[in-house]
Structures are given as C-alpha cells and as structure tokens.
C-alpha cells in the first residue's frame, strides 16, 4: 500500500460521518448510549474525518498523569518554553502546540483538532489560564528547526482531579500520530493511565516511552520491570525507551537529559549496551519514519472504527435493537390500547340532512313542490305528536343526544388511559415514554377539556358537509345512471307518497336505508322519529325506488353515517394528543422505523466494504 493511499479513502469517511451523525439525535431518542465517548467515535470523527484529505502531518503529543514532568520534557524537545513547568499537579489546562514555521498559515487548527478553539500563543502562562472553554494554544517555531511535518504538543494530564484534562487529553490523543508517554516509577500503572494508553494501543499510535525521574544509572533495570508491567497491561510495544534522570537543579533550570534504552524498545538489542551520553530525543523525533507512521495511525483509526465488537458497527447493533424493543412497544400499544368509542347512533335526520341538500338542486320543480307540501304536513304531524307527549323536540333530542355522546367519549378516554397503563406497566420502554403524562397528569383538567371541546362542537360541521358533498359527487360520477334513476323515481313517485309520510326530521328525506326490506313488490319502510314510530306501504315509484337501490347505495350511506360519527369522535382524539400524551405516540411511532432509516443501511454498506477491503491489505 501507497503511504498517500488513505487519502482514496476521504469520500467514503465523510459519507460514514454524515451518516452517523443523521443517527446520532435519534439515537439519544432511542435510548442508545451516545458513542461521543468511545474510541471509535474518536478516532472516526477526531482522527480519519479531520485529516484523511488534508496535508499530511505527523502530530506528536507529550501525555502521561499528573506530576510527571510532561511539559518540562515538551519544552525540551520543542526548544523553547511553550508551557509553564510548575511543581502543582493539574495545572496544565490546555494543550499548547508547536507549529513548523509557516503551518498556520496552511492548515485549518480547528478543523485538525475537532472540539478545540485555536487560540494564538502569547506567553508560557497560556496552558495555566483558567477557562471552560477547549482552547488549543498555538505558537510557531520560531528557530526553524522543527520538521515541516512535524507538530508537538504538551497535553494536560490524564488522571488529575479535573475531568476536563482527561477529555481534553482524550481529544489529543485520537488527533495524534505518535504519544510521547511520560512515566514514572508511581505513574506507569495507574488505572486512568493503562486506560488512556490502552486507547493508544488499540488505534495503533506509535509510542515513545520516558520513565522521568529515575535514579539514574542505578535504577536501568528496574525500569525494564516497570515497562514490562506496563507493556503487560497497555498493549503498547514502543518504538524508543528513553530514561530522564531526577535532578532538581537541572529541572530549576528548565533543562533535563534523556538518555536512550534500545534494548527495552520494539525490536531493540536483548542486552543492554553500556551506558552512553545524553541522547537527542528532538532528533530522534525529526527523523522518525513519517510516513510509514502516519499510514500505521490511520490504518489503526479505522481498525478501532471496524472493530465488531466495540467499533461502530456494534454501535449500529445496539441502535436496531433498541429500535426493535420500540417496535415491540408500538405493537403492544396497537394490540392492547386502542382508543375505542362506542358513540350513540348518529341521528338520522342531521346525515339525511346533507344528503337531501346535496340532491335539491337535481330535483325537478314539481317533485320539489310535491316534498315541499309533504314536509309542511308532517311537522304538522309531529307537532301533534309531541303536543301528545309522544314525541320531544329536535333540541330536546339533540341535548339528550349529546350528554349521551359525552358520557361515551368520557367513558373511553378513561378505558384508553386504563389500558395505557397496563401496557405500561408490561412494558419499560412504554412507561419511560408514558409515565410522566400518566403519572402527574391532571385527570380533572383532562376531562374538563374534553367537555370544552364537546361543548363547541357544531352539531354538523363544515368540515362534514364538505365530506358529504365531495362522497356524494364521487359516487354520482362513478354511477351516473344510478342516481338518474333515483332523481326519475323521486319525480314519478311525487303524487303517489301518501300525505301522512312522515320524513326522517324536517328534510323530507325518503328512507332510512338500513330498515327497508323487499316483499311482493312492495316496500315496506319504518322510520323511527324520536319515540313515533310510522309505518308506511310506498309505491315502488318515488321513495320506493331509494329502498330498491340499496344495494348499490348501502357502502355510500354507511360511510356518510360513519364519517359524522368520525368527526364526532375528533375532540376525543385531541384531547389525548394536545392535553393528555401530546407528541409521545407519534414519537414511538418514529422510535419504532428508526432501524428502517436509510442511514443505517448506508453505514452498513460502509462499514462492510471497508472490512473487506481491510482484511486484504
């Protein structure tokens, strides 16, 4: 493999990270741990996004825990005092870089270091300045000494008492080539140590190890014991082993010695050569393989990102299996908490209504006359009626109508809640969705606003008789000689209707569908008006022919009746979307497709070619 070649790889990282990061918003939804803190998610959105397509650097960083003399040795392989020294653990809050001269210019800092601001360097003092914010200070080398290629950085510790270093440490260390891991005789095997350095392992960063402060030359061996430990427990085998010797007054001075240890390095001598001056870990550093490094980083970035068991695709099995409990919730909802409402027949009269206003301007003028008289004669007959107590008023039936209709619609919210609770209680996904609304909900407030939205409900809305008209000029289109023959009949049968005929209400309808029967010709029709009951023989002309029609007309008449009760039934509906649950179950509902979005397939596809290609090189 070229040592440029990840570069090809720069369409399909942003397309994995667009991707992800689509998902990411749902995810937190979902209940998926957000991957913001693991490795993989590091060295794909800190490490491959950032540089696969950018000037190729190598970026060293000086990391290690608190009190280990980090930015002493950063300053001494810069050259310079980028960064305070002091003998105070965590006080180096903010990573401070070395530039080759010139950089600055050429490369975009924050789009390098994702989740830092670059902050121009002033003084030493800069890495100790207090501040939230995630400033990387930057500074150029002034000497000109420093590799073109290469940037130094002095890191804040990775196991102080401020968790803010560790974070800031973390971030580093997925931008990074190569760790310079600072370690002494108390800090090589601290837990927060073996964590962040076994990150380092398992993205295959090149690592240079320093044990500081040794008793120099009298502890050399027992550092090989110290590193084996260290080795044993990170995964790290590092590419150079330096030993820094503990003196004061070199360390007041702003100076300290490295002296080099190949025989514990990777491939190194298996006896230690005898004890030699001070070695040049900067020239060492400059002229360290840059490229092959590099490759080596970004291979063991992407390695971390396919890794099936903690890498993005186990991400993305989390994710569908999370959706699929919300899949089992939605369907246990669909199964067990329906919305069911009984509602009090809707009363004939007010669909008849429609119907008829629909069919006047079809009808002829004489037929019109004829049902006009028809009509003044039986509200004379229904006024008799209830005069009698036989029947009670059209305001009387509909108030009674609607306390009917209330009561039902109180009754199912009620059983709805029930049965929401239930399914709640069976299901933990439900009940993180629902509990809050059913648990602390105000009931009396729910039902109060349901009785609000009965209350101002018309009794046939605009919206219904825009249903009717649009239903009715459907079917007329799609049965043009079937409503000929009906506007023929009501026109022969004018003279024929006996003058008694009761109409459904004060429309003059001819006929309540569902009650007429055929026998001998004869129709025989039933309409029920309140508690009056007036039964009639119709010719088979006129009215007669709606009753002979009714197979053709039954679905039409049953979805004009079932569309009223419908919007009857819509303030149910609002009270338990505006009051009661708000967005929560259109909210499972996009819980439950979240495995069906075309991100995650996509991430797939990725994430598979990667894989296949990765296992041949």
């Known amino acids: 493999m070229q040592t440029t070649s990840y570069?090809?790889?720069?369409?399909?990282?942003?397309?994995?990270?667009?991707?992800?990061?689509?998902?990411?918003?749902?995810?937190?939804?979902?209940?998926?741990?957000?991957?913001a803190g693991t490795d993989w998610h590091g060295q794909l959105f800190g490490k491959l996004a950032p540089q696969v397509s950018r000037e190729p650097v190598l970026v060293a960083a000086v990391c290690g825990g608190t009190n280990t003399g980090k930015s002493l040795i950063a300053n001494t392989?810069?050259?310079?005092?980028?960064?305070?020294?002091?003998?105070?653990?965590?006080?180096?809050?903010?990573p401070v870089a070395s530039l080759p001269r010139g950089l600055a210019a050429r490369i975009d800092l924050a789009a390098l270091f994702p989740g830092f601001v670059p902050t121009a360097w002033t003084s030493e003092q800069d890495a100790l300045a207090p501040g939230d914010d995630d400033r990387l200070v930057w500074r150029e080398d002034e000497s000109g000494r420093q590799p073109a290629r290469l940037i130094l950085l002095d890191t804040p510790d990775v196991d102080g008492?401020?968790?803010?270093?560790?974070?800031?440490?973390?971030?580093?260390?997925?931008?990074?080539?190569?760790?310079?891991?600072?370690?002494?005789?108390?800090?090589?095997?601290?837990?927060?140590?073996?964590?962040?350095?076994?990150a380092a392992a398992a993205a295959k960063k090149t690592v240079i190890v320093v044990f500081n402060m040794v008793n120099w030359p009298q502890?050399?061996?027992?550092?090989?014991?110290?590193?084996?430990?260290?080795?044993?427990?990170?995964?790290?085998?590092?590419?150079?082993?330096y030993a820094a010797p503990h003196d004061f007054a070199q360390a007041e001075a702003g100076r300290i010695e490295f002296h080099a240890l190949p025989e514990f390095a990777?491939?190194?001598?298996?006896?230690?050569?005898?004890?030699a001056g001070p070695a040049d870990l900067a020239a060492s550093l400059a002229h360290v393989d840059f490229d092959r490094i590099k490759l080596e980083a970004m291979r063991g970035a992407l390695g971390v990102v396919l890794d099936p068991a903690t890498g993005a695709g186990a991400w993305l099995d989390a994710f569908e299996a999370t959706a699929r409990e919300w899949q089992e919730a939605k369907q246990l909802l669909a199964d067990e908490a329906r919305v069911r409402v009984t509602l009090p027949t809707a009363p004939r009269e007010l669909v008849w209504n429609e119907i008829w206003e629909w069919l006047e301007p079809r009808r002829s003028t004489f037929d019109l006359t004829v049902s006009k008289a028809y009509r003044v004669a039986g509200?004379?007959?229904?006024?008799?009626?209830?005069?009698?107590?036989?029947?009670?008023s059209d305001e009387e039936k509909r108030e009674d109508f609607s306390a009917v209709e209330l009561a039902a619609l109180k009754q199912a919210l009620a059983d709805f809640v029930e049965r929401l609770e239930d399914a709640s209680r069976r299901n933990p996904r439900l009940a993180a969705m629902l509990d809050t609304a059913l648990v602390d909900g105000d009931r009396t407030a729910w039902y109060a606003d349901l009785e609000r939205r009965h209350a101002a409900l018309p009794i046939v809305s605009d919206d219904y008789r825009t249903f009717v008209r649009q239903e009715l000029d459907r079917f007329s289109a799609a049965n043009p000689s079937m409503v000929r023959w009906i506007l023929t009949g009501l026109n022969v049968g004018a003279v024929a209707r006996p003058a008694i005929t009761v109409g459904l209400g004060l429309a003059g309808a001819a006929v309540v569908p569902a009650a007429a029967a055929t026998a001998g010709g004869i129709s025989t029709l039933v309409h029920h008006v309140g508690d009056v009951v007036v039964g009639t023989a119709a010719t088979l002309?006129?009215?007669?022919?709606?009753?002979?029609?009714?197979?053709?007309?039954?679905?039409?008449?049953?979805k004009l009746f079932a569309g009223w009760s419908a919007e009857r039934s819509r303030v149910l509906a609002e009270t338990l979307h505006d009051?009661?649950?708000?967005?929560?179950?259109?909210?499972?509902?996009?819980?439950?497709?979240?495995a069906a979005r075309p991100e995650v397939a996509g991430a797939r596809r990725l994430l598979f070619e990667w894989r296949r290609e990765f296992s041949r090189t």
């Open 161 to 198: 008492t401020l968790r803010e270093n560790w974070r800031r440490a973390e971030l580093v260390r997925n931008a990074c080539d190569v760790l310079i891991a600072v370690l002494t005789q108390q800090k090589y095997n601290d837990a927060a140590v073996r964590d962040f350095f076994s």
């Open 541 to 558: 002309a006129g009215e007669g022919a709606l009753g002979l029609t009714m197979a053709g007309l039954k679905p039409l008449i049953e």
């Open 7 to 35: 570069a090809s790889w720069a369409g399909s990282i942003a397309e994995l990270c667009d991707q992800l990061a689509a998902l990411e918003p749902l995810a937190l939804a979902l209940g998926v741990a957000s991957p």
């Open 379 to 392: 509200s004379g007959v229904m006024w008799a009626a209830r005069r009698m107590g036989l029947a009670r």
């Open 219 to 241: 502890q050399r061996e027992r550092i090989g014991g110290w590193l084996a430990t260290f080795k044993a427990e990170t995964g790290i085998e590092p590419l150079a082993v």
């Open 77 to 94: 392989i810069v050259g310079a005092e980028i960064s305070r020294s002091v003998p105070e653990a965590a006080r180096t809050l903010h």
């Open 579 to 594: 009051v009661v649950l708000g967005d929560r179950l259109e909210e499972i509902d996009r819980l439950a497709a979240a």
């Open 266 to 275: 990777a491939g190194g001598p298996r006896v230690a050569a005898a004890p």
